[in-house]
């Protein structure tokens, strides 16, 4: 369940040195329509990029939920967000229901996801998303969480492994990779992220323009935080709480979360319950790629609420 956000907490781990610029963001905010007495949810606040352009265009009766699974994002965006205006939930967007009726707030405007890790989580080594880091392995948003990148790539059965990294990172070799990291943790634990790395680059035999070890990495992120379970059921939410009327962003970075994106809106538009605002999906222009190379793969997608 969705716990209230301390505010200010002197925790502060993360003070923005690793910039951060929110995606397509012009599209977002012309795609949210924005009303200035709407109840707006940014289900991904991370380090509330977004959320900074959607409350600067809220009067006094706006009002702007941000939730996300990391505490310490939240910490960081209710710094930079503040109170008026804002509530900000700790927990993961497939509980958007249990937040509004929190809040005692009915149905929301706009919804929007920016899916992914926050530059926050992939910067800051010791959360063990990177896998140039000697960092343990971890890949955890919410840190209270069990599960880690540690428990999976060290307990995992091998075949559990492969179908990992075949679903959730179309990795083509599994198999071997699979193998090679059973090998491995025969003669001790693969404790750290590079430790990972070099495992896959062996099994790559040598690395080529993108490091081997990406498609791992983003099979076991997806494994440990169950993304692809959480985006299905956060749209779903997501739908249930709009208004007729409403509208849902989504901003997705790989083709495992387009085509989920991609699907749903479609089936819900056969089905009659929202019409399909992007028949293709929006992409950054050249010069957002050029000042922001996080932005390369972006696709936003958007539906409104019949
Ligand atoms: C790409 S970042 C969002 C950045 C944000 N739009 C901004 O401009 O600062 C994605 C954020 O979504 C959060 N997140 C990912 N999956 C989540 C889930 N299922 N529930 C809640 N938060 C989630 C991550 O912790 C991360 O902080």
Request: positive net charge.
């Amino acid at each position: 369940m969705s716990k209230p956000l301390l505010r200010n907490s002197p925790n502060m781990a993360f003070s923005g040195q690793a910039a951060h610029v929110p995606v397509l963001l012009n599209e977002v905010i012309e795609m949210l329509e924005i009303r200035e007495d709407g109840v707006y949810i940014d289900a991904t606040v991370g380090l509330g990029g977004h959320s900074s352009a959607i409350l600067g265009r809220l009067g006094s009766h706006g009002a702007l939920i941000g939730i996300d699974r990391d505490e310490e994002a939240l910490t960081y965006a209710a710094n930079k967000l503040g109170t008026d205006k804002v509530y900000l939930r700790q927990g993961r967007f497939s509980e958007i229901g249990e937040v509004l009726q929190d809040l005692r707030i009915e149905r929301a405007d706009g919804v929007l996801f920016d899916l992914g890790v926050s530059m926050l989580q992939l910067k800051k080594h010791e959360r063990g998303f990177s896998f140039m880091s000697d960092a343990r392995l971890d890949m955890r948003m919410d840190s209270s969480q069990k599960l880690s990148a540690w428990n999976v790539v060290n307990r995992y059965l091998e075949k559990d492994l492969q179908r990992v990294l075949q679903e959730f990172g179309e990795e083509p070799l599994f198999r071997k990779i699979a193998k090679r990291i059973v090998i491995s943790r025969k003669s001790g634990p693969i404790n750290t992220c590079a430790e990972l790395a070099d495992i896959v680059l062996q099994a790559y035999g040598g690395r080529g323009k993108t490091h081997p070890a990406t498609r791992t990495f983003q099979a076991i992120r997806i494994e440990v935080n169950r993304e692809l379970d959480e985006l299905r059921n956060g749209l779903t939410s997501a739908l249930g709480v709009l208004k007729a009327g409403g509208r849902l962003c989504v901003i997705s970075y790989h083709s495992l979360e387009d085509r989920i994106v991609k699907n749903l809106l479609r089936d819900w538009g056969k089905e009659g319950l929202i019409k399909v605002l992007t028949k293709k999906p929006m992409t950054p222009g050249r010069e957002e790629v050029l000042r922001n190379s996080a932005s390369r793969s972006a696709k936003l997608r958007g539906g409104e609420k019949l």
